[in-house]
């Protein structure tokens, strides 16, 4: 049989490699033959099949269609406000757009989980993820509440199948409590806005009103003012 070309004449090379014993070299080989295997992987394969190159590339194969997993891709971070600090023990709500940039659909039951980090808020439960056929997108939010102490925190979020097998982009989530922050106000502001209504205002009362002559009289000045308790703010969680 003739042998033409320099690909038939590797792939012959890579082959002929199935006799030999040196590790090395079969690690090697393997990973040429496979494409994106690490060595520790690779040694992995081979050692459970005796280092037998043919049995550890069947071995391989085997494993990756088993684990045929979903794709996700994080589009962007769509929270309100992102990049505003929050203040301490304070609710606010975190978004993200998901795309299925894959080729499969993701089966009913897929699920995101925070993996790392403390938790703010009651976040033990799965953030139930619907079965986005390739190239659909969705927006995903989760309720948060900041820690009580100022500082920067950060936490990490995964996509996962039914079965808890992790899949797709690591979703990064980084926030600074700091006192005075405004992210909660930007996102309630923005509520209001959506559903049409204006934000509540407060306004002092006008003492020369006729409105306000039954009430008792207060003095145009004063000497000092009582300081306002930081714990009556309505979005203080703590």
């Known amino acids: 049989m003739e042998v033409d070309g320099d690909v038939d004449q590797d792939l012959l090379q890579q082959f002929s490699c199935m006799g030999t014993t040196d590790k090395d070299i079969l690690i090697s080989q393997l990973q040429k ?8 992987a690779a040694a992995f394969f081979l050692d459970m099949n005796n280092w037998n190159l043919q049995a550890a590339i069947g071995s391989y194969f085997d494993y990756e269609a088993a684990n045929n997993l979903p794709s996700m891709f994080l589009v962007k971070d769509a929270t ?3 990049g505003e600090s929050v203040p301490p023990c304070t609710r606010f709500t975190k978004t993200w ?12 039951g897929c699920f995101l989980r925070q993996t790392f980090g403390e938790a703010w808020g009651d976040v033990s439960e799965k953030l139930m993820l619907p079965a986005l056929t390739p190239g659909e997108e969705t927006a995903i939010s989760v309720e948060l509440v900041s820690p009580h102490t100022c500082n920067t ?3 990490n979020w ?3 199948t039914p079965n808890g097998s992790f899949f797709g982009d690591t979703i990064w989530v980084v926030i600074t409590v700091a006192d005075g922050g405004t992210l909660a106000l930007t996102q309630q502001m923005t509520h209001f806005s959506d559903l ?3 934000a509540p205002r407060v306004e002092a009362p006008n003492p020369f009103s006729p409105l306000h002559s039954s009430q008792p009289s207060q003095p145009l000045f004063q000497d000092s003012v009582p ?10 969680m703590c």
């Open 33 to 40: 033959l496979v494409g994106n295997l690490s060595q520790t």
């Open 80 to 82: 309100i406000g992102d």
């Open 97 to 108: 757009r998901l795309r299925n940039n894959g080729d499969m659909t993701w089966p009913e």
């Open 153 to 155: 925190y950060h936490s």
């Open 158 to 160: 995964r996509a996962c």
């Open 196 to 198: 049409g209504a204006p």
């Open 227 to 236: 300081p306002q308790d930081p714990g009556d703010s309505p979005h203080r």
